[in-house]
Each structure stands twice: as C-alpha cells, then as structure tokens.
C-alpha cells in the first residue's frame, strides 16, 4: 500500500501568552513501524490572520511508547501579538498497516520535561467520519475497538449514538492480517442480501 501522509488538525484555541517560551509535548506516542512526526503551530491576531509558524524538527517514532518534548521560543514582542494558536501535527510512513498511537498531549506556557496532567481534560471528544467511514479507537495496550458507520454520523467517545446503521468489531493483539481493519470495512461494505426462490 502506498504511504500517506496524514495531517492532523486540532481545534483553535483563544490564549494570550505572558512568555516567549512554549513546550509541545506527546507523552505516550508509538507506531508499529518507525514512523516520523512533526508538529506546526499557527499563531494569530485577534483578526483571525495568521501572523507566525513555528515548525519543530522530525521526531522518529519507535515502536515502543515513548515521550516527545520540544521547547521553543516566539520571538521578543511576538508573543503579545498572538491571541489564537492551533496545532497541527504531520505524519510519514503511516499506512493502515502501520498505525499511529498516541495521547497525552500538552502544549503550554514555559520550559517542562515531563508531561504533567491537566486539572481539566477533555471528557467527550467528538469523533467524525467525514473522510473515511470507519474509526479505530484505541486503549493502552494496543488493542482497539473499530466502529464502521457506513452513514458517516459522528458520535463522541463517550457516547456511541443513535444512527442508522453502526458495526462494532474488536481488534485484538494476535488477530491475523486478514482482520485487518481495511478488509473488515470492505468485507462489510460490499455484502449483499442474498434471495434463494424454491420452485419446486
């Protein structure tokens, strides 16, 4: 399967920074393959334009989890021009067989060598099916839950909601590369009803 190369896009986010240091971190991030990531971070004014990038080295990911932390500073002045910033991360060599896993993420004010859980965390995130119709979710251990919702609706991921028609396969560590989540979808998307007539 030929590689792609994802982009990740998180939501924008209201701040006004008092310091020109920042700290981007992933706390538990891994790929069944080596893998690479980086993340950009857009910076804008209070007019919604975009006024500034910063974009961080290539991280290579293992396949073990592991912590990736990288402080940097905006410019003297920079910073007071900022009201808006928002987080995207790339990818390279990640493929359906050689997914990405990861959580914990952190990006505030200051320099931080270890990740530090927030006093409030995000409890429902909704999860969209605009570009494909499936999603994995996934726990600590690797093993992971795939929702197939043929419709597109999305749902959070505390809640799997009312729709017309959703499938719910468990993928767990040992399945054979024929359970693999891309063959489970297409299996399922081209089923067809079958009508025997006895005549006799």
């Not at 999860?127 to 093993?143: L, Q, S």
Request: glycine share 4%; proline share 4%.
């Amino acid at each position: 399967m030929s590689e792609i190369n994802y982009r990740i896009i998180f939501p924008k986010t209201e701040v006004m920074f008092e310091s020109s240091t920042l700290t981007f971190t992933i706390n538990h991030i891994k790929s069944r393959y080596l893998s690479t990531l980086y993340f950009i971070l857009h910076c804008f004014d209070k007019n919604d334009e975009e006024i500034f990038t910063y974009t961080s080295p290539r991280w290579v990911i293992t396949t073990e989890y592991t912590r990736k932390t990288k402080t940097f500073e905006l410019g003297e002045g920079l910073f007071d021009d900022i009201t808006y910033t928002q987080i995207e991360l790339r990818t390279a060599n990640i493929s359906s067989e050689n997914p990405l896993y990861f959580n914990q993420m952190m990006f505030n004010e200051g320099e931080y060598e270890e990740y530090s859980i927030p006093y409030a965390q995000i409890k429902g995130a909704e999860v969209y099916c605009n570009n494909t119709r499936y999603v994995n979710m996934y726990d600590n251990t690797g093993n992971y839950l795939q929702v197939i919702r043929p419709t597109g609706e999305p749902f959070t991921s505390d809640c799997l909601t009312k729709c017309g028609c959703t499938v719910i396969a468990p993928h767990l560590e040992g399945e054979t590369d024929i359970d693999d989540p891309i063959n489970l979808f297409m299996e399922f998307i081209n089923q067809t009803d079958q009508r025997i007539d006895v005549l006799r």
